[in-house]
């Protein structure tokens, strides 16, 4: 068993390697314990997943890969003080802006302006326990009902490792493009809501340069379309955001299509098919729905099986389906459909339903469980750009 040795800005274990092996954090409910695994075991995962000859006629399906890249931990960095401001600070002004804030009183865990009251971690009475803020220890703020900001971490501060496959971190837009045009894709389309259009641009940011097109609907708002539809010199606000575009890596065009509620959705298929019809070759398209249809099994399974027949037919068409984040702290006790419980069945629903169809599946769970976040749904920029290296990574194999 390894010695534990505590950080003392945040109650969380440093990770040691011993001997070639590999520490693996398993989080239980009051302490964590470390299992040693060697890295040189066959059957762990390795460079052999990044080739799987199995999916000759879909280049980009490797499940393997793609799972392996999404367990792992956060291991902390060295970030300058001048950084850390600058995140903390990033985080205030966002709640700020949405007017969240700490409990101001002894009460707590109730919804406040759509949000859960939390108490401050800068407080003594720090943790929220039985509806109370309490002078409770990290270690000790642990139950069900319990709510403790201390205990999470800033992604930033931090570099998302897998335990046994080595990752890329930081993915140039060189090294994207060399990937992209080795699968011979020749258009990329992001389809859901805001959590993965954040994901959409940071992946934009670092392949390119340049306005954002948005495109918008016909029925938009006049006056949002007269804002949005030029090509300005900023990408614009989030409500432009509806139907936007940029080409990257020299002629590979990428597309973002919001959608919120799955019910019917034949836009979203016709966008498909002109993309296909403008930009023959390989086509990548990722969705991530399920959020705002309160995580209905019936309705995300009926909207993704339309969609996996619209890609069957297009050909040359690989389909990957992020699942939706689990609820961070601040997530409101009234949202009843929301919680952690039923997030996490719908995931386990869609792991299954994407294994049977030969739908990549990248669920988050794991980056996300200890993170810090911005209001409950959304994490912050840190985790995002986590995400885009491991769809980077999963892209470039072992280019």
């Known amino acids: 068993m390894a010695q534990v040795t505590w950080s003392k800005s945040r109650d969380l274990p440093h990770i040691k390697t011993v001997n070639n092996g590999l520490y693996k954090i398993i989080r239980k409910t009051e302490h964590v314990i470390y299992e040693q695994a060697n890295l040189l075991n066959h059957n ?108 999470r971490i800033y992604p930033e501060f931090h570099e998302w490792t897998p335990y046994g496959i080595n990752i890329r971190r930081n993915v140039s837009r060189d090294v994207m493009c060399t990937g992209l045009r080795n699968l011979n894709v020749s258009s990329i389309i992001t ?82 098919r002109t993309l296909k019809k403008e930009h023959p070759g390989r086509m990548l398209v990722l969705t991530d729905v399920g959020l705002h249809d309160n995580f209905s099994i019936l309705n995300v399974s009926i909207y993704l099986k339309q969609l996996f027949e619209v890609v069957k037919s297009l050909g040359e068409t690989d389909l990957l389906y992020m699942a939706p984040y689990i609820p961070g702290l601040q997530k409101s006790p009234s949202y009843k459909k929301q919680t952690l419980k039923r997030t996490i069945k719908f995931i386990k629903f869609f792991r299954t339903f994407t294994q049977d169809r030969n739908i990549s599946f990248l669920d988050p769970t794991e980056l996300v469980k200890n993170l810090i976040s911005s209001d409950g749904t959304h994490y912050t920029r840190g985790l995002n750009e986590a995400m885009v290296d491991i769809i980077g990574n999963y892209i470039l194999k072992d280019i």
């Open 191 to 272: 389809i859901g809501d805001s959590l993965i259009r954040q994901i959409t641009v940071r992946f934009w940011r670092r392949v390119y340069k340049g306005p954002v097109i948005h495109l918008l609907h016909d029925y938009s708002p006049q006056e949002l379309i007269q804002k949005c539809q030029p090509n300005a010199t900023n990408w614009g606000s989030y409500k432009c955001w509806e139907r936007s575009f940029v080409n990257i890596c020299d002629g590979i065009k990428f597309f973002y299509h919001k959608i919120y509620g799955v019910t019917y959705q034949p836009k979203v298929f016709d966008d498909l």
């Open 44 to 151: 762990r995962p390795s460079t052999r997943l990044r080739n799987d000859e199995k999916n000759q006629h879909h280049p980009l399906l490797n499940q393997e890969l793609l799972s392996a890249l999404t367990q792992g931990y956060w291991k902390p960095k060295y970030v300058t003080e001048e950084e850390n401001d600058r995140v903390t600070s990033q985080l205030k002004r966002l709640r700020e802006r949405k007017k969240i804030e700490y409990s101001n009183n002894t009460i707590c865990g109730h919804a406040h302006r759509g949000y859960r009251s939390v108490c401050n971690p800068g407080d003594k009475n720090a943790c929220c326990k039985e509806s109370r803020c309490r002078d409770i220890s990290v270690e000790g703020c642990v139950c069900p009902t319990c709510f403790d900001e201390r205990s």
